[in-house]
T-cell receptor, first 114, second 110 residues
Framework: AQSVSQHNHHVILSEAASLELGCNYS??????LFWYVQYPGQHLQLLLK??????LVKGIKGFEAEFIKSKFSFNLRKPSVQWSDTAEYFC????????????FGRGTSLIVHP | EAQVTQNPRYLITVTGKKLTVTCSQN?????MSWYRQDPGLGLRQIYY???????DKGDVPEGYKVSRKEKRNFPLILESPSPNQTSLYFC?????????FGAGSRLTVL
């Protein structure tokens, strides 16, 4: 069975600060990796995903994530956060090669002060 | 427009009173799933369905039932709700591992 660990449960930043949210996973095979975002009062939506190819993936709103296979990690980054990035961020994985439903981490709450 | 529609969006009920949260999708996706979201616990899968008449338990199925009689609908049934089922519930469809979520249903059981 697969599992996902997000190290930071709560992150508080000021606008223009850089962001990195950690995500590590456990699974014996090849995985697809995701970051979802949930803005206050809204449902989750896909931020970015990695299936194969270039391990540096760019998503919406200036976010990017890097897949490091040797570290089983898929950390989310943004060079300069904005107040509107305040949200909850979820890392998720799913075994590749099939139609598997993803497994989620517990989420990281990000608050950005203006 | 691709949509996952949940109803009701908000519900306050009492212990033991059966309720159903409906979920409908217009994308003809085979896979559907229910999650509950609780503070500090993230998203936990309740049940999922790979196709019509095919359902399976997720991580926290106790106290819930589901049915999949047709592809577009995947209702979540709480036969006898208890206060520990107070939560935010999300229905989602899955295609190529990517989830599309409904807007969520906030349930309070008194």
């Amino acid at each position: 069975a697969q599992s996902v660990s997000q190290h930071n449960h709560h992150v508080i930043l000021s606008e223009a600060a850089s962001l990195e949210l950690g995500c590590n996973y456990s699974y014996g095979g090849t995985v697809n990796l995701f970051w979802y975002v949930q803005y206050p009062g809204q449902h989750l939506q896909l931020l970015l995903k990695y299936f194969s190819g270039d391990p540096l993936v760019k998503g919406i709103k200036g976010f990017e994530a890097e897949f490091i296979k040797s570290k089983f990690s898929f950390n989310l980054r943004k060079p300069s956060v904005q107040w509107s990035d305040t949200a909850e961020y979820f890392c998720a994985i799913a075994p590749s090669g099939g139609s598997y439903i993803p497994t989620f981490g517990r989420g990281t709450s990000l608050i950005v002060h203006p | 427009e691709a949509q996952v529609t949940q109803n009701p969006r908000y519900l306050i009920t009492v212990t033991g009173k059966k309720l159903t949260v409906t979920c409908s999708q217009n994308m003809n996706h085979e896979y559907m799933s229910w999650y509950r979201q609780d503070p500090g616990l993230g998203l936990r899968q309740i049940y999922y369905s790979m196709n019509v008449e095919v359902t399976d338990k997720g991580d926290v199925p106790e106290g819930y039932k589901v049915s999949r009689k047709e592809k577009r609908n995947f209702p979540l049934i709480l036969e006898s709700p208890s206060p520990n089922q107070t939560s935010l519930y999300f229905c989602a469809t899955v295609r190529a591992n990517v989830l599309t979520f409904g807007a969520g249903s906030r349930l309070t059981v008194l």
